[in-house]
Nanobody
Framework: QVQLVESGGGLVQAGGSLRLSCAASGRTFSRYAMGWFRQAPGKEREFVAG????????YYADSVKGRFTISRDDAKNSVFLQMNSLKPEDTADYYC????????????????WGQGTQVTVSS
């Protein structure tokens, strides 16, 4: 497994941008599909964005399409989530996670999780 540490969360006004980063330990990072998830109080965890290990296939939740972009830098063992045009409903704890499965679009295949970073969008 890899150890994951998120950063970059904070307070931003609606319409603003944030860039979340997730640093991974381990030498096999490039083999992992990576995902960003979020969980707001009282709500289920939502799969926000994901990227296959090769970077040639991505997933975005309908709620963030056109606003969020996932990217990865395998040389730096990192994955990023660029969040633009933020809305109050984007307020949540954001987590990055890693999956070795070919069915990486299935949340249950993500076995390594970070501790989360909080994003608050004010109206």
């Amino acid at each position: 497994q890899v150890q994951l540490v998120e950063s970059g969360g904070g307070l931003v006004q609606a319409g603003g941008s944030l860039r979340l980063s997730c640093a991974a330990s381990g030498r096999t990072f490039s083999r992992y599909a990576m995902g960003w998830f979020r969980q707001a109080p009282g709500k289920e965890r939502e799969f926000v964005a994901g990227m296959r290990w090769s970077g040639d296939n991505t997933y975005y939740a309908d709620s963030v399409k056109g606003r969020f972009t996932i990217s990865r830098d395998d040389a730096k063992n990192s994955v990023f989530l660029q969040m633009n045009s933020l809305k109050p409903e984007d307020t949540a704890d954001y987590y990055c996670a890693a999956s070795l499965s070919s069915r990486w679009y299935d949340i249950t295949t993500f076995t390594s999780w970070g501790q989360g970073t909080q994003v608050t969008v004010s109206s």
